[in-house]
């Protein structure tokens, strides 16, 4: 296994336009975590999965963006019609469900929106 | 809403030397994580804090915690340059919630 694996790793897109990230987690991992984290702060949590289910979306910070995990295994995180303030690094991370070992995190995905 | 307050924000510090950074939560958490960030580059796990009184060690790294202070510490001894990096602690209240960091420089 090669751990957490995001991709694109850089993404430029002209403001206004809608943007795909897709996080494949450690196989055996069952919960996946998606984080958003600017320069100078820590992550911030937007939503997570156990399996498929979507089990905490509040966070998202709009309803621009959505996640999905069809079926279980990768994720996506859409942003619809992105804003210059959305430029950031887009972190996935993935765990076993006892939170006992701590996330496993991939490299991210670094959004520019011009 | 839960807080995770790291002191000192920013730390200079010069090889050889020893420092302690301090993590605060407000709300109560049986467990407590470590991460180190490298500029540009992901987070790394470096320990995982499950009971009162946890105490781990990597290295020139020890990390402790204590639930009913509702503090941990991250001790740093004999430092060397490679140990720059941004330190993050986290709690998880249900998902892992991040504090600001501490942005460590060990100057030669």
């Known amino acids: 296994d090669t751990g957490v694996s995001q991709d694109p790793r850089h993404k430029i897109t002209k403001r206004g336009q809608n943007v795909t990230f897709r996080c494949d987690p450690i196989?055996?991992?069952?919960?996946l975590y998606w984080y958003r984290q600017t320069l100078g702060q820590g992550p911030e949590f937007l939503t997570y999965?156990?399996?498929?289910?979507?089990?905490?979306k509040s966070r998202l910070l709009s309803d621009r963006f959505s996640a999905e995990r069809p079926k279980g295994s990768f994720s996506t995180l859409e942003i619809q019609r992105t804003e210059q303030g959305d430029s950031a690094m887009y972190l996935c991370a993935s765990s076993f469900w006892d939170r006992g070992h701590g996330y496993t995190f991939g490299s991210g995905t670094r959004l520019t929106v011009v | 809403e839960l807080k995770v307050e790291q002191n000192p924000l920013f730390l200079s510090m010069q090889e050889g030397k020893n420092y302690t950074i301090y993590c605060n939560y407000s709300t109560t958490s049986d467990r407590l994580y470590w991460y180190r960030q490298d500029p540009g580059k992901s987070l790394e796990s470096l320990f995982v804090l499950l009971s009162n009184g946890a105490v781990k060690q990597e290295g020139r790294l020890m990390a402790s915690l204590d639930t009913k202070a509702r503090l941990s510490t991250l001790h740093i001894t004999a430092a060397v340059h490679d140990l720059s990096a941004t330190y993050f602690c986290a709690v998880d209240p249900g998902w892992v919630t991040f504090g600001e960091g501490t942005q460590l420089t060990v100057n030669p």
């Open positions: 196989s055996e991992h069952n919960r």
């Open positions: 999965f156990q399996n498929e289910a979507q089990l905490e």
